[in-house]
């Protein structure tokens, strides 16, 4: 069974950084895509990063140029820097992987931007 563990999470102050990891228990070498999610208390989960097999990545407009998602096959882990960091950022981030269009979840880690 895959498994996806986040780490990283934590409370920040506005304007701070953040890096989470998600360790995955397959390799990650062949997946399809790769990606970050967060959902605050009452939204809907949204993507906020997204990575292709290929390495092509893209970003909703209100974190580019604040967050870059990046991946170290060798560890198999995915990462999330978050830079300049809102309260609106606050959110729980769950790490997903796509392989053979099946889609696996972390767990989430809580991610608090709050002076």
């Known amino acids: 069974q895959v498994q996806l563990a986040e780490s990283g999470g934590g409370l920040v102050q506005p304007g701070g950084s953040l890096r989470l990891s998600c360790a995955a228990s397959l390799s990650i070498f062949r997946v399809d895509a790769m990606a970050w999610y967060r959902q605050a208390p009452g939204k809907q989960r949204e993507v906020v990063a997204h990575?292709?097999?290929?390495?092509?990545?893209n970003y909703p407009d209100s974190v580019k140029g604040r967050f870059t998602i990046s991946r170290d096959n060798a560890k198999n882990t995915v990462y999330l820097q978050m830079n300049s960091l809102k309260p609106e950022d606050t959110a729980v981030y769950y790490c997903?992987?796509?392989?053979?269009?099946?889609?696996?979840w972390g767990q989430g880690t809580q991610v608090t931007v709050s002076s």
């Open positions: 990575l292709t097999n290929g390495g092509t990545t």
């Open positions: 997903n992987i796509r392989e053979w269009g099946r889609d696996y």
